[in-house]
């Protein structure tokens, strides 16, 4: 498979025989360029960070059951999320702070992610305002990712300008009622630097994020962000909005039913990339039992150790109607702004392409159950895809 974008255009890092070839070697890069503080804000996970390396180690212990012989001179990688069509089942998950990685930090995201022919989720803690990112790619499919603060005015009048501004859904994070512990950022004091300012906060203009020797993230968090937040609030997140509502930070078939039950209308299987409860059970291997707990009354969508074209198929032959990506777009961005994510997302697609093709799917819903197995070893139990009288 040859690069991605065609070679003249791209800026010296993306050209030559050093040129990046996967999401690890953009990471690579994105680690020699960025300050230590601003490195390990972005790449860390929560406490020994055991879940972090989990994430991506749950995706290698699924194995595939290819097919073979099947006509794949056409692959179709077009799919649909919440009555969007995308160029593929990618969508770009919110993180924040972005200028943090490269000075047009969260418009350079909207011009590639539009580019892309996908969703990008903003953050809530964004270092651009909301209505700036909507005009920077006017009517390309955004979801506003919403952290609910004390003070229900703030996240009131959030909401409603996310609605105004044209985004088609809320990812209401519910994994944070307060910040995991990343040990980067409580050595590095980690604070925003001063140059950059929370876009979508008029009043937090200067991010208040003092701190006692540790992270000014974790002292932010704590000092605005509401820890009281319950499946009641649902409801009230419905009053003031018409946009659907996506729970995002499940990993159990108990909170798939209640997100279900108190009328979200679909669900990220998340653990925040890691960076919240280390220890916590890897998303790809939460998948399958949000999505038996679902029972399809909506879609599931899956991030946290994505890297991988495969990675996107395992995920939908478990039932994900699209995965999302965090740091890897981060890594993009950091190394070559808009064109280091066109960059990371057309080769992401190139690798989806591929697999499927060798798993022998023509289209997105050709991905099914019978293609992955858990252990290499155990035989899958043909009984499940074959006929009664062939099985
Ligand atoms: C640097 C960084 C910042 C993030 N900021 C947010 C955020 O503001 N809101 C949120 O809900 N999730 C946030 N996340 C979590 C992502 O939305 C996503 O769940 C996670 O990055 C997926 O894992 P991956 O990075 O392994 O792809 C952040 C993740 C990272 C790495
Ligand atoms: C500002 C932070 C709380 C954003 C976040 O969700 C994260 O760093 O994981």
């Not at 604070?191 to 701190?211: I, R, V, W």
């Not at 291997?285 to 994505?306: R, T």
């Not at 395992?314 to 993009?332: E, H, M, S, Y």
Request: charge should be neutral; proline fraction near 6%; hydrophobic fraction near 45%.
């Amino acid at each position: 498979m040859g690069r991605p974008v065609s070679e003249p255009e791209l800026p010296p890092v993306l050209t030559g025989p050093h040129a990046p070839v996967n999401v690890a070697e953009f990471h690579a890069l994105a680690k020699a360029k960025l300050t230590p503080m601003v490195y390990g804000y972005f790449s860390s996970g929560a406490d020994d960070q055991q879940t972090l390396q989990d994430n991506e180690e749950g995706f290698r212990r699924l194995r595939f059951r290819p097919r073979v012989l099947i006509d794949v001179s056409n692959a179709d990688m077009m799919t649909e999320v919440l009555g969007v069509k995308i160029s593929f089942p990618l969508v770009v998950a919110p993180t924040a702070m972005q200028r943090m990685a490269h000075p047009e930090g969260e418009l350079a995201t909207a011009r590639a992610v539009a580019k892309a022919g996908t969703v990008m989720g903003l953050s809530s803690w964004s270092t651009t305002a909301l209505e700036d990112v909507e005009a920077e790619a006017p009517g390309s499919p955004k979801w506003f990712q919403l952290y609910v603060y004390k003070d229900r005015e703030v996240t009131k009048q959030l909401v409603m300008r996310a609605e105004a501004a044209g985004y088609k859904a809320i990812a209401l994070t519910v994994d944070t009622p307060r910040l995991g512990r990343r040990e980067a950022d409580i050595k590095n004091q980690f604070n925003l630097p001063p140059h950059l300012t929370m876009g979508n906060f008029a009043m937090l203009k200067q991010a208040n994020m003092e701190n006692d020797g540790g992270s000014g993230l974790a002292a932010y968090v704590a000092s605005l962000i509401d820890r009281s937040l319950s499946w009641k609030d649902i409801q009230w997140l419905k009053s003031i909005t018409k946009m659907p509502i996506l729970a995002k930070g499940v990993v159990t078939a108990e909170d798939a039913v209640l997100a279900v039950e108190n009328g979200c209308a679909g669900i990220i299987v998340s653990n925040h990339g890691a960076r919240q409860l280390d220890g916590v059970i890897s998303t790809i291997d939460a998948l399958e039992e949000v999505v038996n707990a679902v029972q399809g009354k909506v879609p599931v969508f899956v991030d946290s150790g994505v890297r991988r074209g495969t990675d996107i198929v395992k995920a939908l032959a478990l039932g994900a109607k699209a995965c999302l990506i965090g740091r890897p777009v981060v890594w993009g961005l950091s190394v070559a702004g808009e064109q280091g994510i066109t960059y990371v997302l057309d080769m992401l697609k190139k690798e989806f392409e591929l697999a499927m093709s060798l798993c022998g799917c023509v289209k997105v819903s050709d991905i099914n159950r019978s293609m992955v197995i858990r252990d290499a070893f155990a035989p899958y139990d043909v009984r499940r895809t074959l006929p009664p009288s062939k099985a």
